[in-house]
């Protein structure tokens, strides 16, 4: 074989492994530079996102939150933001729709609790994202998703510079209300915990001018009037499973379990693992009993678990798509810390990757 022609085969394979390598290299880098969830790179997103911000009026510290966005919005050139606020009437699901149908990138809730609801529920389906500007005395999701809580400015950078998240939302029904309460067919939303019994109790006692002044410690301190209620008699049906009946302190079902004081209620609970977290809280022996609770509850969040049979404070879990829960008399029930009234009996289900969040890169 002439030399020439041996040169060009040897110069023709290196330049076909040389092309071969340089797409292998540029499709990893393409891989890893792409978000887990798929959605939210900066190549895909408006370089000049239009922001509206649904704000809660009758909160004080929104004031402030609407000052920062009307800001960093000018400061960094971007459209004028859009504010839409909530009423008596319309807690934020209306705005939200709203928001989305004037062409909004991105839809942020400034507000508490309630407010966070309410604006879920209207971007359900939308495929627009949420983001947040904690400013209640919970903000339960805020704290699961690791938001800054406390600077507006700091939950802002998350809203545009963050990673869309698609997380999973439950859902309530009360089925069955005691006589004496008006029945009610709504299928209530919840991102954090819905629950019956001892937390939901709680909620509905807390002070609201106390919740004001002391925030999340207003709910411990309506807690302590009911440490010595009666045990609810419970049946608990998950998924397909045979019932299962118990005397129980409270009975909750969770997305995640992040709440305020550091508390972990449900370690294993993620937000967008497809299913719910049951929970079934038990306590005996007065004081003794909720004493050592609260031990099971602060070791399991740090990882360690108490194998013991014989607990007179106990937190035991299962995992489901759907559960029915049924209770004597009717007690109270509450989602993400709103009271739905007493209830004899919820049924309660998972939307799997419903809503898209933004949340810390």
């Given amino acids: 074989m002439p030399w020439e022609l041996t040169v060009g085969i ?30 939210g790179t900066p190549t895909d997103r408006p370089q000049r996102p239009q922001l509206a911000v649904v704000v809660n009026p009758s909160k004080e510290s929104t004031q402030q939150a609407m000052e920062t966005v009307r800001r960093v919005a000018g400061e960094a050139a971007l459209p004028a933001p859009r504010f839409y606020e909530t ?32 604006v879920a529920e209207g971007m359900l389906g939308s495929e627009v994202p949420m983001g947040i500007i904690p400013a209640g005395t919970g903000n339960l999701l ?16 998350v809203v545009l510079g963050g990673i869309d998240r698609s997380i999973d939302v439950g859902r309530v029904r009360v089925t069955e209300r005691p006589p004496d309460e008006e029945p009610d067919d709504t299928d209530h939303l919840f991102l954090v915990i819905a629950g019956l019994g001892f937390d939901a109790a709680m909620v509905a006692d807390a002070d609201d001018q106390l919740k004001a002044k002391m925030g999340w410690v207003a709910y411990f301190l309506a807690g302590a009037r009911h440490l010595h209620g009666r045990r609810m008699a419970t049946r608990i049906t998950v998924d397909d499973e045979e019932p299962v009946e118990a005397r129980l302190r409270s009975i909750m079902v969770g997305n995640c379990g992040r709440l305020p004081g550091g508390i972990n209620l449900l370690p294993d609970a993620t937000l967008d693992d497809g299913v719910l977290d049951v929970a079934a809280i038990d306590t005996r022996g007065g004081l003794a009993g909720w004493a050592q609770l609260f031990g099971e509850v602060v070791a399991q969040g740090m990882g ?52 898209v969040v933004r949340a810390p890169a």
């Fill in 10 to 39: 040897v110069a023709l394979v290196v330049g076909l492994t040389a092309l071969v390598v340089a797409l292998v290299v540029l499709r990893r880098s393409r891989h890893a530079a792409a978000p887990s969830s798929g959605r």
């Fill in 87 to 118: 009423t008596v009437d319309d807690p934020g699901t209306g705005q939200a729709r709203a928001a989305v149908r004037d062409g909004a990138d991105i839809v942020v809730a400034a507000g508490g609790d309630g407010t966070v609801r309410a």
């Fill in 142 to 157: 805020a704290r699961n998703l690791d938001l800054p809580l406390t600077d507006p400015k700091d939950a802002l950078a």
């Fill in 304 to 355: 360690v678990q108490n194998d013991m049979r014989a607990k007179i404070g106990r937190i035991d879990h299962v995992k489901a798509r759907r559960a029915t829960i049924r209770v004597e008399d009717g007690e109270q029930a509450q989602v993400d810390g709103e009271v739905l009234g007493k209830a004899v009996q919820i049924e309660t289900w998972v939307e799997p990757g419903a809503l």
